[in-house]
């Protein structure tokens, strides 16, 4: 059985070449598709090198409303005449969350709308001008292009490069089908009546499925109307047929997207399954207002390709008509119909493999998954803290961090390591790995890389701060009980400020990153002369001293990698945001003034122990 899943390809290449081999006018039309399909793949490139972060900051601001959705969709799409690309970026985009799947539905209304600007093109230009001539000249130029070092210039190599084999794509169909009038009329195989339109149809969604081109079946059936091929009802079920194959774009794109991408693949399915019938059914009637509106437009009577052109545009226009007021009942419908999978904490949430085609939507997606990490690893030092992860989110039990726990308990951290960390984090750095970053996306991924490791040192250093603090908490040692609850009170609070910042309560969180930071330096027993005041007044011995030492420091450590994690992966996503952030952060120097001056501002011991007060 294995062994069949791999004759379909060569049996496929062995009879094209066996019918390529019968007629040399099929070579030229094969060759055209080719051609075509080859720089629609280069011109996917090209805009893909320009997707690094100002078409994605684009996208964001351009969703805001569902007008802007839908006109995003119809300038990007005639922009880079590849509803393909607006569709996967649309999938990856809504996969991490940046937008939402109204905004997602609206873009690819709009998409539909706009790849019909293609066919006007080959309608008005392709078909009726030599553009061969001008295809010459853009495959020089792009292809020189393409061999610069420049990202953006090796983009528009491959933009200028795409066109070129656009345009000579369709020269070649052309001349293929003009070719074919010499030796037969394919034409005499036209099929009336509505089972020609559904023959057609199912042609025109087996091509595109094929040829994954809505674009390529258009200029197909375009360039065979204009040489006379095929009658101009078959060219309109093509056409038909080519909108509804479009779909297979949207599923797999969506095959490894999460259940939003899923939900957008099925929206796409369903706007051009009903555009579809509502084309065939009310054929006729398209049909005589195509013809009253070519007459005002001035279109010729015998003038087929532009009229296919305009029923293209029309049909899909009288789609986004009909759903437009439904778009609320669409997003209701398929969120009750289409239910995320079951998940353990450790499966990623946000990453999966459509995104890697978009590195800002991929990097993105890698942020909020290690905010789900965070999550994990808060459950864990929470456990470990002596107190429940559901009540420290909610800020509750705080003021107990200074009492000892009723009852102490060993966690076992390498356990839940294994079950709720170990596989989300290697998930993240294999997702890290795999996404093509350029510039400023290469430093991002790897500040992102460095905040899922301080997670994990963070988890191992609470791990060896565990013995001691399970042990000490309850010590009859007064003095040495009460530093071990200091500590754990220091990553209680840390932990509720942290879970703040992430989920926004904080209205300045590079301020509250910077106030963390120099608390952390102000506690840290040996740095501030705590320990050794401790010893000196013989309150601890040298042996437990040591020990304390020690804790102190994993503790430091704790908040140091939590701190540094939190910095990049809760820090504001908007880059305006970012560069305010960056004005007011506190740098190391600063940190250190100002804990100088805190500590100059304190009680000296020696008024402290004459007040009776303890000093810390």
């Known amino acids: 059985m294995a062994k069949l899943r791999y004759l379909p390809l060569p049996t496929a290449l062995v009879i094209l070449a066996w019918a390529l081999w019968l007629d040399p006018n099929l070579t030229q039309i094969a060759a055209g598709v080719a051609i075509f399909l080859f720089g629609m793949m280069a011109l996917e490139n090209g805009f893909r090198a320009f997707t690094g972060g100002a078409l994605e900051r684009f996208l964001q601001w351009a969703t805001s409303r569902l007008w802007k959705s839908l006109t995003f969709g119809v300038l990007a799409t005639t922009l ?11 999938i990856s985009f809504l996969s991490a969350g940046l937008i939402g799947l109204a905004q997602g539905i609206g873009i690819l209304f709009g998409a539909n709308l706009g790849t019909t600007t293609g ?37 528009l190599g491959y933009i200028l490069a795409g066109v070129g084999f656009l345009f000579l794509g369709i020269h070649y169909m052309k001349i293929g089908f003009e070719a074919f009038r010499d030796t037969i009329d394919l034409a005499a195989y036209a ?13 025109g969604i087996f091509a595109t499925v094929v040829m994954q081109s809505s674009h390529a079946t258009l200029v197909l059936t375009i360039t065979a109307l204009a040489a006379g091929q095929i009658t101009y009802e078959n ?66 009577a015998d003038d087929f390709t532009l009229k296919l052109a305009l029923f293209h545009t029309l049909f899909n226009l009288t789609g986004i008509l009909l759903l437009l007021p439904f778009i609320g009942n669409l997003v209701t419908l398929l969120e009750q119909r289409l239910k995320p999978r079951p998940r353990t904490v450790s499966t990623p949430r946000f990453i999966n493999e459509g995104l890697l085609q978009t590195p800002e939507a991929g990097l993105e997606a890698v942020r909020k998954e290690l905010d789900h990490l965070f999550q994990n690893v808060f459950d864990i030092m929470a456990l470990v803290l002596h107190i429940e992860p559901a009540r420290l989110r909610r800020g509750q039990g705080l003021e107990q961090a200074q009492v000892p726990p009723e009852r102490t308990r060993v966690i076992d951290v390498d356990d839940y390591y294994q079950r709720r960390v170990k596989p989300l984090h290697g998930a993240i750095v294999d997702f890290i790995a795999q996404i093509e970053t350029h510039d400023s996306q290469t430093a991002q991924a790897f500040r992102l890389r460095a905040a899922s490791q301080d997670l994990i ?19 009859t040692n007064p003095h040495l009980q009460r530093e071990y609850l200091a500590l754990r009170a220091r990553l209680i609070r840390l932990l509720h400020e942290l879970q703040r910042i992430a989920q926004g309560v904080e209205e300045n969180p590079a301020l509250s990153f910077d106030i963390l930071r120099v608390e952390t330096e102000e506690q840290d027993i040996v740095a501030n002369g705590q320990l050794d005041r401790l010893i000196r007044e013989r309150r601890i011995n040298s042996g437990v001293a040591t020990s304390l030492m020690n804790d102190s420091g ?50 000296p011991p020696e008024t402290a122990r004459q007040t009776g007060e303890t000093p810390r």
Do not use: C
């Open 457 to 475: 040192e963070a988890l191992k250093d609470i791990k060896h701060l565990q013995k001691n603090l399970v042990r000490f908490m309850v010590s």
């Open 235 to 300: 060219a309109l079920a093509l056409s038909i047929g080519a909108n509804v194959g479009t779909t297979i774009t949207a599923i797999i794109g969506a095959l490894g997207a999460n259940i939003e991408g899923r939900r957008l693949a099925a929206a796409h399915l369903i706007f051009n399954l009903l555009t579809g019938v509502v084309a065939l059914v009310f054929i006729h009637q398209f049909v005589m207002i195509v013809e009253a509106l070519g007459d005002w437009l001035g279109i010729g």
């Open 80 to 90: 880079m005449q590849s509803s393909s690309l607006v569709t996967v970026i649309t």
């Open 119 to 155: 066919a006007w093109l080959i309608a008005g230009v392709g078909v009726k001008v030599d553009i061969a001539a001008y295809a010459m000249p853009l495959l020089i130029f792009g292809v020189l292009l393409v061999f610069q070092r420049s990202t953006t210039l090796k983009g």
């Open 191 to 203: 099929v009336p009546g509505l089972r020609g339109l559904l023959i057609f149809t199912a042609l």
């Open 554 to 603: 994993y503790t430091y450590d704790i908040a140091k990698n939590l701190i540094n994690m939190a910095r990049v992966v809760f820090a504001p996503a908007e880059p305006i945001m970012r560069e305010i952030d960056h004005d007011i952060h506190l740098d190391e120097q600063e940190i250190h003034d100002v804990v100088g001056q805190r500590e100059q501002a304190r009680t």
